[in-house]
């Protein structure tokens, strides 16, 4: 699935570009082509999780910690924020609605009674079974594909770009989904 959404993409890039050959080393990158790059990006996010919520009847980062909840049984809230790379506060407010839901349930740790354990229950798992993947969505999983040379020179590259832009960091903590 992935493979088809940067196929696409690739296409729409190359059908919306100015000429219909990619610039040679000589030949600047415009803005402009850059700019539709980012479209393209989000607009495949964007689909993705419409796709999601569409089969899965909730949001698509209530799909992905339910997945998460379901990989790792007994799971804490501080490690779920942390493999979602979000804050806390957001697992907390996801958790509250998805056990509401009926999709999850908590309970004391037997070692520590201040912790929590989450746990899915059936009507979670169902709604993993019907949907397709991947969970945490398409540009987390393209990032965790590409090496660690790639993800530095596109770190360093989007940063430069991020002190350019008045930026709310806090938007960092926020799940793609959810914007």
């Known amino acids: 699935m992935l493979r088809h959404i940067v196929t696409t993409a690739r296409r729409t890039l190359r059908k919306s570009s100015r000429s219909d050959t990619p610039p ?18 989000f607009n495949a996010v964007r689909r993705h999780f419409h796709r ?23 799971i804490g809230v501080s490690r779920l924020a942390e493999m979602m790379d979000i804050h806390q506060s957001t697992v907390s407010n996801l958790l509250r609605s998805m056990i509401k839901s009926g999709l999850i349930h908590t309970e004391k740790s037997a070692k520590d009674r201040r912790a929590v354990e989450i746990y ?4 979670g798992l169902k709604i993993l079974k019907r949907i397709s993947v991947p969970y945490e969505g398409v540009l ?10 790639t993800l530095e020179r596109l770190h360093h ?8 832009i008045d930026i ?12």
């Open 140 to 149: 987390p999983r393209a990032l965790s594909e590409m090496d660690v040379q």
């Open 157 to 164: 590259d989007l940063q430069t770009l991020i002190d350019r």
């Open 52 to 74: 999601l919520e569409k089969q899965a009847g909730i949001g698509g980062a209530n799909v992905w910690a339910l997945s998460l909840i379901e990989q790792h049984p007994g």
């Open 168 to 179: 709310d960091e806090n938007a960092a903590q926020t799940p793609l989904a959810m914007l």
């Open 24 to 41: 040679t080393d000589n030949e600047p990158i415009h803005h402009g082509q850059v700019l539709r790059q980012f479209r393209m990006l």
């Open 120 to 123: 899915a229950l059936p009507e």
